[in-house]
C-alpha cells in the first residue's frame, strides 16, 4: 500500500527538529464520488448488471462538508477514536498484555529512536522489557483497580467495563 504518512522513517529519528511545515493537501479528490469513469466494453456484464441493490448506495459520508478535504478518511468516527484512545493510554499505563508496549515497538525504538532507558535487555536467553516512567507499579495499579471496583453506575451504562 502506497499512502502519504507511511514508511517515512525519517520523520521519526531522534535529536531532529522539523524546520519545513506539512504541506496539506486540499479539495483532494473533491470530484471523488460523483462519477465514476466508464470502463471499456472489452467484458461481459456480470449477473444482474443494471439492477439496483442496496450495496452500490454512495455513502452519506460524502454528504459532510468537509469529507473531500480529508486526508485521511477513514479517521471519523470519534466515539470508536476515543475509546480507541483510552484503551491504548490506560493498557499502557497499567502495563497490561493489552498494551501495545510490546517487544516489537520496543524494537522500533532500537531502530529508529536514541532512547537507551527504552531499549530491551538480554540475560540468559531472556528478552526483559525495562520499565518505562509512563508505568504504573503494582501498589498504583491496585490503587486504581479499587477505585474501579467501588465506582457505581446505572445498570446497563458500563456492563461490560471489566472486558
Not at 466508464?38 to 462538508?65: C, D, M, Q, T
Not at 477514536?81 to 484503551?87: A, D, G, Q, R, S
Request: hydrophobic content about 30%; charged content about 30%; some cysteine.
Amino acid at each position: 500500500m502506497r499512502h502519504l504518512f507511511r514508511r517515512e522513517r525519517n520523520q521519526f529519528r531522534a535529536n531532529q527538529v522539523e524546520k519545513n511545515r506539512f504541506t496539506t493537501v486540499t479539495n483532494r479528490g473533491g470530484n471523488m464520488g460523483t462519477s465514476v469513469p466508464h470502463r471499456s466494453r472489452h467484458y461481459r456484464n456480470p449477473i444482474g448488471f443494471g439492477v439496483p441493490h442496496n450495496w452500490v448506495k454512495r455513502s452519506i459520508f460524502w454528504e459532510l462538508p468537509y469529507w473531500h478535504t480529508l486526508l485521511i478518511r477513514h479517521n471519523l468516527d470519534v466515539m470508536y477514536t476515543k475509546k480507541n484512545v483510552f484503551e491504548n493510554l490506560f493498557h499502557t499505563i497499567m502495563d497490561t498484555p493489552k498494551s501495545k508496549d510490546n517487544i516489537k515497538a520496543r524494537r522500533d525504538i532500537e531502530e529508529y529512536c536514541n532512547r537507551l532507558k527504552l531499549h530491551i535487555k538480554e540475560q540468559q536467553n531472556k528478552i526483559f522489557k525495562p520499565r518505562t516512567s509512563y508505568t504504573l507499579n503494582k501498589e498504583q495499579v491496585r490503587k486504581v483497580y479499587d477505585w474501579l471496583n467501588k465506582l457505581k453506575f446505572p445498570d446497563g451504562y458500563a456492563s461490560n467495563i471489566g472486558a
